[in-house]
């Protein structure tokens, strides 16, 4: 019984051990808003980095940001395009353990909703472009990115994202060291990692 979603997320969930991670394997009906969401985790896995992910139809596309996201429009940063994570992934926040796939700590460093640019395309049209203009509307990151494929060194996967010019836009400081924890818990990497429970409110 496959359908679209499950062919966008077969990648996914071959990655992935179920009875060892406490990651979605998307089986679950999404939640459906009316409007589609972001998220931005921090992952410290053999490296420290950040996975922007946009909802575009039922499941979350996604590229790992090495840097992280820069509110400076002059500061473009690699974006590697993996595999499609499912939509109820957006909530997780916890531990991956050691030895399987991404092992490491999952923080919800951001997460909203997002307005995709028109002009008579879907998102799955700017996605199969390889140019997306988007807006945000996060706790952290707000206003007009974009994210545009560049096939560096002949790697598909290679994309720039990129913040718009804007009032949201700033050369000032640096929102991933100014606001480290996470938007759901207000946790930091350390109390995850160490299984600290949410503080209430
Ligand atoms: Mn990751």
Redesign the pocket.
Known sequence: MANAKDDKLADYRQKRDFRKTAEPSGQSAPSGGDKPIFVV?K?D?SRL?Y?LRLQIGDTLASW?VPKGPSLDPAQKRLAVHVEDHPLDYADFEGTIPENEY?GGTVMVWDCGTVKFKEEGKTPQQWLDEGHIEFELNGVKLKGQWVLIQTRMRGEAKNWLLRKRSGPHASDRGDVLADQPDSVKTGRSMEQIAAGAKPSAG
């Open positions: 985790h992952h896995a980095h996975d790992a991404g």
